[in-house]
């Protein structure tokens, strides 16, 4: 079901593959990349990356969280949050950073650390 990949041990990133379908709390120190289906929780340390095609139904925290398949659930990342242009994202986003590529489909509350430009904040910045 999951595998783990990387050269060194600082780099161990476990893959669900795409025929896997995991139902349950995942947690780790370490990386993951779902290519299959998840549905229950996960809690990372590491990245979290939810390849282009992958299905996540969870609630999710990480380090950081790169979407580029499907996820409904609220993302919690003490880094940045990607959403990919192949993305799908339904729920709450939180991250010290959130970039959302063009053509993403994103549907929730977005809550994130950024400086507005001057003209929106009346020049006194965020």
Do not use: W, Y
Request: charged share 25%; aromatic share 0%.
């Amino acid at each position: 079901m999951a595998r783990s990949v990387g050269g060194s041990s600082q780099d161990n990133t476990a893959i669900i593959g795409k025929a896997a379908h995991v139902r349950g709390r995942i947690s780790g120190e370490g990386n993951l990349r779902i290519d299959g289906s998840v549905s229950g929780e996960v809690a990372l340390k590491g990245q979290l990356v939810v390849g282009d095609g992958a299905e996540v139904t969870a609630d999710v925290q990480a380090g950081s969280v790169v979407v580029e398949g499907t996820l409904e659930g609220d993302i919690a990342a003490t880094d940045a949050v990607a959403i990919r242009a192949t993305a799908r994202v339904s729920g709450a986003i939180r991250g010290a950073s959130v970039s959302i590529e063009e053509g993403a489909s994103v549907s929730g509350k977005i809550e994130a650390d950024f400086e507005l430009p001057a003209e929106l904040s009346g020049g006194k910045g965020r």
